[in-house]
């Protein structure tokens, strides 16, 4: 990725221009997931800038804003596991393709069919 996204994020390309509207509803169903509470905190968001696309973790969004952030090797790990989760869909091509040994494993992401969506509280941690 080039100075665009400072290294923040991870590049895809869209497969069709719908693409971003389901890839955003997506993310709302993507994170980590409390069963205690059913909660689903999301970890990523899309980001669209000058006609390219990331998929960035919401402390990556703070840190675009200005903001001191602490983000783990777990959060960008989670981050990577859900990119590759969403081109594994189809939804979008990973512009650099990702390591195994930088994913998350896939129990460490929770991700909610859309038909469980009711069920849960959905928040977010990074308001668009």
């Known amino acids: 990725m080039n100075d665009l996204f400072a290294g923040k994020g991870v590049e895809i390309n869209l ?8 890839i955003k509803e997506s993310l709302t169903r993507m994170g980590i997931g409390s069963f205690k ?3 689903l905190y999301q970890s990523c ?8 696309y990331a998929i960035v973790h919401f402390k990556e969004m703070f840190a675009f804003d200005g903001r001191e952030v602490d983000i783990s090797e777990s959060d960008y790990r989670r981050r990577n596991r859900i990119a590759q989760i969403l081109s594994d869909w189809g939804l979008c ?3 650099a393709p990702i390591t195994e ?3 998350a494993a896939p129990h460490e992401v929770k991700v909610l ?3 469980d969506k009711a069920d849960w ?6 308001d668009l």
Do not use: M, P, S
């Open 45 to 52: 968001h899309i980001l669209h800038k000058q006609g390219r």
């Open 101 to 103: 040994d930088t994913l």
């Open 37 to 39: 509470t059913k909660t």
């Open 93 to 95: 091509d990973l512009v």
């Open 15 to 22: 497969i069709e221009e719908d693409d971003f509207l389901v």
């Open 121 to 126: 509280t959905l928040e977010q941690k990074y």
């Open 113 to 115: 069919k859309h038909a």
